[in-house]
């Protein structure tokens, strides 16, 4: 591994530069001040006979996802071949129109985006990362989303979504009304417009139910982020 790393010096110096760092990556390796990720140990200098190598040294991937069939199903073939070369995959399901929603060019209605991630999580099951482990996965999805509620609980029967991690994109907005026992607003992801509201403290109460029977779901601040 450490050989493997050391190995891209060579392009901007010389053999002892990658001997150098060659030896301190080691150095810090073996002595548990510092270990890659899992993707760089189990990927770094192996090679295949045509000389290629096997995978990835990366951990994470963050992958669109567009409204529409074909950009699910695109999204879930991308899926596929990160993990496949030892990636895993991350979400923002926020842009998925809510359950029941209308779809024009079919006159249908919308599954929603606890379906979409169920179907992703369908096709991770399909892959091994870089044949070695079983896919792994994120999945976000905004407090202000009208399907919200299902997707707080989406992952109670262990074992159903068993390959993805979810977490609740929380707002300022919806951790003040947390704050004050009011409600908060839900709204259209396309336009904006309200679709209704939860009591925040409900909402809250469920993702604390949840964090504590499974560890599903996890919280990402995200105003807090873009401060940040």
Same mark, same amino acid.
């Given at each position: 591994?450490?050989?493997?790393v050391a190995e891209p010096e060579k392009l901007y110096?010389?053999?002892a530069d990658a001997g150098k760092w060659e030896e301190e990556f080691y150095r810090v390796? /073996?002595?548990?001040?510092?270990?890659?990720?899992?993707?760089?140990?189990?990927?770094?200098? *192996?090679?295949? !006979?045509?000389?290629? &190598?096997t995978g990835t040294l990366s951990a994470c991937f963050v992958m669109g996802l567009q409204d529409s069939m074909e950009?699910?199903?695109?999204?879930?073939?991308?899926?596929?071949?990160?993990q496949k070369f030892g990636g895993g995959t991350g979400f923002a399901l926020s842009n998925i129109r809510p359950k029941g929603a209308g779809i024009k060019?079919?006159?249908?209605?919308?599954?929603?985006?606890?379906a979409v991630l169920r179907h992703l999580s369908s096709v991770?099951?399909?892959?091994?990362?870089?044949g070695k482990r079983d896919g /792994?996965?994120?999945?976000?999805?905004?407090?202000?989303?009208?399907?919200?509620?299902?997707? *707080?609980?989406? !992952?109670?029967?262990? &074992?159903e979504i068993h390959n993805f991690n979810i977490s609740v994109g929380a707002s300022d907005e919806f951790m003040q009304a947390v704050a004050d026992g009011g409600a908060y607003?839900?709204?259209?992801?396309?336009t904006g417009e309200r679709a209704g509201e939860l009591n925040a403290r409900e909402a809250f109460d469920k993702i604390i139910e949840g964090a504590w029977l499974n560890g599903e779901p996890g919280m990402i601040f995200l105003d807090e982020v873009n401060r940040d």
């Open positions: 591994v450490a050989h493997a110096g010389t053999e390796m /073996a002595r548990l001040e510092f270990v890659p990720n899992s993707p760089t140990l189990m990927n770094a200098g *192996i090679r295949l !006979k045509d000389g290629t &190598g950009g699910i199903m695109t999204t879930a073939t991308e899926m596929a071949m990160v060019t079919t006159h249908g209605q919308a599954c929603g985006p606890v991770s099951k399909l892959v091994t990362q870089g /792994a996965n994120m999945a976000v999805m905004d407090v202000h989303h009208p399907d919200i509620l299902e997707f *707080i609980e989406c !992952k109670r029967v262990e &074992g607003e839900l709204r259209h992801p396309h």
